[in-house]
């Protein structure tokens, strides 16, 4: 289980008068996100979705605030907590001077995998994704599709518990993008977390079993899907986030 | 540190390197081949030395200068790894230390500038220049190589764009090649220019390589100031990689 605890994160930044001030990207989060559930964090651009991710995957210290992996921190046991997550960025970040293969096989040395492992492991995900054929070709000839499948395969290669997914079906098409969600579905029916932002509201409807509404750094509610409608007699979940973003301070 | 973990990071540069072996050999050859011409053979033959030749002198300066250019260039590549694929946050994510990372992409910066410093060596051979090989050689030009690969990495953690970095080789390295003793003799220069580039890592390289070429010992004073900068570069470059994941 995933907890976190009164999480900030501020940046430096300058005021309109080039003074130094601070931007409050994550303020004051806290919740608790259970094992093996698809968990949504639903935000329009720049709500601090991604900053949480950073820092709930250790890429980012957080300013103020705790969050505990199965009861502990990072700093007391920063090398398991790496090896139990996986993450899919939303930008490609693919080493371009490596093959697929290699791109595949670098991940698995950097999480110690063991040659045979890692071999079966990187064969095994590349059939799954359907990109087998694709495993000497350079990653700038990949197409937009084939690159996110790509990364997924990366994230999964050490056989993470916990998987998060930073939009990961952004400015992809319909077949592509439904390709993927049911991925994620099969991912979660074989016991792996998934944390997914995202800003299409019928991704995290379709997904999540909870998701929790974030914007301008706070979060705002976290609930199912269905709940959230319930509670605030709406027919979708768009009409909710309308609503939970528009009138923030209304719950 | 975990010497797995460095081993990764060096396959990675490994790789990569081996796919390029035989442009990465022309390509270094081109430097050494019109130094060796034109101040060798061209030049150098107007100037007399009281040690030789100035082709013997001036090919342990463009060893030092070398082993600099390869091993700063080298690195940087890290730069565009950082600011335009994002791909360092690979490795920011995995479970391997600041510590691994930084000393694995050392040693691959370090491979291609030892690599290079055979081919002058066998460049100078043809052209006829008395060397002196020893192991002392080669270390010095590990050393050397370390430091400015530490300098181009410390630059690639610093910096946001290729145009601040094409400014650390016109401000720090280009000065650096034509001052540091490595086509004349610092004795030469005024004495307060001559303190100031005396404190330079390239000119106690150059001192080194000069005089192990010549058959000389290991002068131990520039040893010990190679290694503090080494030591001192290391500690920077690990702490500007550790600010880069915090920030």
Redesign the interface.
């Known amino acids: 289980m995933i907890e976190i605890l009164n999480l900030v994160k501020k940046f430096k930044s300058v005021d309109k008068n080039n003074q130094p001030t601070f931007k409050i990207a994550v303020d004051n989060v806290t919740l608790k996100i259970r094992r093996n559930e698809i968990f949504g964090i639903l935000g329009p651009n720049g709500a601090g979705k991604t900053t949480l991710i950073k820092m709930l ?5 957080p300013t103020a605030g705790k969050i505990f992996y199965d009861g502990k921190t990072f700093e007391e046991n ?2 398991a907590i ?2 139990m ?1 996986g ?1 899919v ?1 939303q ?1 490609i ?6 093959n697929v293969g ?1 791109n595949l096989e ?2 698995a ?4 995998m063991e040659k045979i492992d890692r071999r079966q492991r990187i064969d095994k995900l590349l059939s799954y994704m359907e990109l087998a054929d694709c495993k000497n070709y350079s990653v700038k000839k990949l197409s937009g599709g084939m690159k996110r499948r790509l990364l997924i395969a990366r994230a999964l290669i050490h056989r993470p518990q916990i998987l998060f997914l930073d939009e990961p079906t952004v400015a992809l098409d319909p077949q592509v993008r439904r390709k993927i969600w049911a991925l994620i579905e099969e991912l979660a029916k074989g016991g792996v977390t998934i944390i997914l932002t995202t800003h299409y509201i019928e991704e995290a409807e379709k997904l999540c079993q909870r998701t929790a509404i974030i914007n301008g750094g706070k979060l705002i509610a976290v609930d199912s899907p269905q709940n959230f409608c319930d509670r605030l007699g709406k027919n979708s979940l768009e009409d909710v986030f309308v609503e939970l973003t528009g009138r923030r301070n209304s719950l | 540190m975990n010497l797995r973990d460095v081993a990764t990071v060096f396959w990675r540069d490994w790789i990569v390197l081996k796919r390029r072996l035989t442009k990465f050999i022309f390509s270094r050859m081109v430097a050494p081949l019109l130094c060796l011409t034109a101040f060798g053979w061209g030049i150098g033959r107007n100037i007399q030395l009281d040690s030789g030749s100035y082709l013997d002198f001036i090919v342990p300066g463009i060893m030092a200068l070398n082993s600099m250019n390869l091993g700063f260039h080298s690195i940087i590549t890290v730069h565009a790894e950082r600011v335009y694929h994002k791909n360092l946050e690979e490795y920011s994510l995995s479970p391997i230390s600041a510590e691994s990372f930084l000393t694995g992409k050392i040693l691959g910066a370090v491979l291609k500038s030892l690599i290079s410093s055979v081919i002058i060596i066998l460049c100078a051979e043809i052209f006829g220049a008395n060397i002196f090989l020893s192991p002392n050689l080669f270390l010095v030009l590990i050393l050397n190589s370390i430091i400015f690969a530490e300098i181009g990495f410390y630059a690639a953690m610093k910096l946001s764009s290729y145009e601040e970095m094409a400014q650390v080789n016109t401000y720090i390295l280009l000065p650096m090649s034509f001052l540091c003793g490595t086509f004349f003799k610092t004795a030469t220069l005024p004495s307060a220019v001559r303190f100031l580039v005396e404190c330079l890592p390239l000119t106690h390289a150059s001192q080194l390589l000069r005089n192990l070429t010549s058959g000389g010992g290991i002068l131990f004073e520039s040893l010990l100031i190679l290694t503090a900068y080494a030591a001192a570069g290391f500690f920077l470059s690990l702490h500007a990689l550790k600010n880069c994941q915090e920030d």
């Open positions: 995957t250790g890429q980012i210290l920063k090398t790496k090896k997550l993450v960025p930008h970040n693919f080493d371009q001077d490596l290699e670098l991940h040395r950097l999480y110690g």
